[in-house]
């Protein structure tokens, strides 16, 4: 999550010196956000991060895990 967020304010910063100073709204929104994390203890990247597809976990049965275990 650091190096997400950390690039982004990288990212944001450098389009905003060379591209459009608009460009810098990008790094005040990670900033404000990295803040409210830390006020709040929360992590909203991770929160969205962990509803994605590839982040839930798939069905087990306990027997066919335990037999592919066995099986190594």
Request: proline letters at 6%; aromatic letters at 2%.
């Amino acid at each position: 999550m650091r190096l997400t967020a950390g690039t982004l304010v990288l990212v944001g910063l450098l389009l905003g010196l060379l591209v459009h100073p608009a460009f810098q709204l990008l790094s005040a929104g990670i900033a404000g956000g990295l803040v409210f994390s830390a006020l709040t203890n929360t992590c909203g990247m991770a929160a969205v991060l962990a509803r994605l597809p590839h982040n839930r976990p798939r069905p087990a049965d306990l027997a066919t895990a335990l037999a592919a275990l066995r099986a190594r």
